[in-house]
Nanobody
Framework: QVQLVESGGGLVQAGGSLRLSCAASGRTFSSYAMGWFRQAPGKEREFVAA????????YYADSVKGRFTISRDNAKNTVYLQMNSLKPEDTAVYYC????????????????WGQGTQVTVSS
């Protein structure tokens, strides 16, 4: 069982930066691939980024490639999402998720989810 708690969301102007954190409980965090997803009002949840258990492999949605960076610190049981050059269209609730097998861009393949943190980008 893994419990996930996101933090770091907030209100930022377009062009600004935020760093989201996702703290995981449990001693087996390093066994899990981790992903970030987001959901804007009236839209489906969409993939943002994912990282392998070791951190050696990362994957990004085309819409955030070059602007967002996913990373993890297994000693701290935490995964991060550094978001730069934010745009109003990045406004959404951001969720982290965990799965025991390798990283995936499909939300239904993740086993555990956090409750989300709101990111609002003003123009």
């Amino acid at each position: 069982q893994v419990q996930l708690v996101e933090s770091g969301g907030g209100l930022v102007q377009a062009g600004g930066s935020l760093r989201l954190s996702c703290a995981a409980s449990g001693r087996t965090f390093s066994s899990y691939a981790m992903g970030w997803f987001r959901q804007a009002p009236g839209k489906e949840r969409e993939f943002v980024a994912a990282i392998s258990w070791s951190g050696g492999s990362t994957y990004y949605a085309d819409s955030v490639k070059g602007r967002f960076t996913i990373s993890r610190d297994n000693a701290k049981n935490t995964v991060y999402l550094q978001m730069n050059s934010l745009k109003p269209e990045d406004t959404a609730v951001y969720y982290c998720a965990a799965r025991i097998i390798g990283p995936s861009s499909w939300s239904r393949e993740y086993d555990y989810w956090g409750q989300g943190t709101q990111v609002t980008v003003s123009s």
